[in-house]
T-cell receptor, first 118, second 112 residues
């Protein structure tokens, strides 16, 4: 099956610094990737849809300048949390669609990145 | 807009008990339906899916049937194991659209 990886799996940073999280599709080319945020004991909140070679589409209420998304290749999307603050601490999960699975909008999820901002 | 409603948890069962986690949805047309499972500290894994009415998705002893008349996709397993303890998410998506709509998740706790 399709595999999606994330790096790092966890990160601790100081308030005010920036953190980059990578999401890679390992065995397929993903034209579309998604970034989610998950708070403890809650569901996933879609932050943005990332399309290769174009600007990301952000969900309402998500700050574009704070959560920078780059989808520079068909196998890599990055999320950069700029000037991180403690309230940005969360579990960030990416997913990717396999365009080879025509007609089924199945997403393959990465293992997640636990961000803690001190 | 689309929405997915799941029963609130946690669902607490003894090993070998029968499991049902209810999921109903509101959507136009004929969405695809999914169950994802999230083990502690991990991302989501697709458990099973169904793409049209009356389809039954199954995997690892879990089953769910796409019921258009009741707009439901209930997850069932005949005999749960301790290793099934996780959070289960019901979700839907439409052909031609990328995004998934998730339910809030149901935590399952299985004791020996």
């Amino acid at each position: 099956g399709a595999v999606v990886s994330q790096h790092p799996s966890w990160v601790i940073c100081k308030s005010g610094t920036s953190v980059k999280i990578e999401c890679r599709s390992l065995d397929f080319q993903a034209t579309t990737m998604f970034w989610y945020r998950q708070f403890p004991k809650q569901s996933l909140m879609l932050m943005a849809t990332s399309n290769e070679g174009s600007k990301a589409t952000y969900e309402q209420g998500v700050e574009k300048d704070k959560f920078l998304i780059n989808h520079a290749s068909l196998t890599l999307s990055t999320l950069t949390v700029t000037s991180a603050h403690p309230e940005d601490s969360s579990f960030y999960i990416c997913s990717a669609r396999d365009p080879g699975l025509a007609g089924v909008n199945e997403q393959f999820f990465g293992p997640g990145t636990r961000l803690t901002v001190l | 807009g689309d929405s997915v409603t799941q029963m609130e948890g946690p669902v607490t069962l003894s090993e070998e008990a029968f499991l049902t986690i209810n999921c109903t949805y509101t959507a136009t047309g004929y969405p695809s339906l999914f169950w994802y499972v999230q083990y502690p500290g991990e991302g989501l894994q697709l458990l099973l899916k169904a793409t049209k009415a009356d389809d039954k998705g199954s995997n690892k002893g879990f089953e769910a049937t796409y019921r258009k008349e009741t707009t439901s996709f209930h997850l069932e397993k005949g005999s749960v194991q301790v290793s099934d303890s996780a959070v289960y998410f019901c979700a839907l998506s439409h052909s031609g659209y990328s995004t998934l709509t998730f339910g809030k998740g149901t935590m399952l706790l299985v004791s020996p």
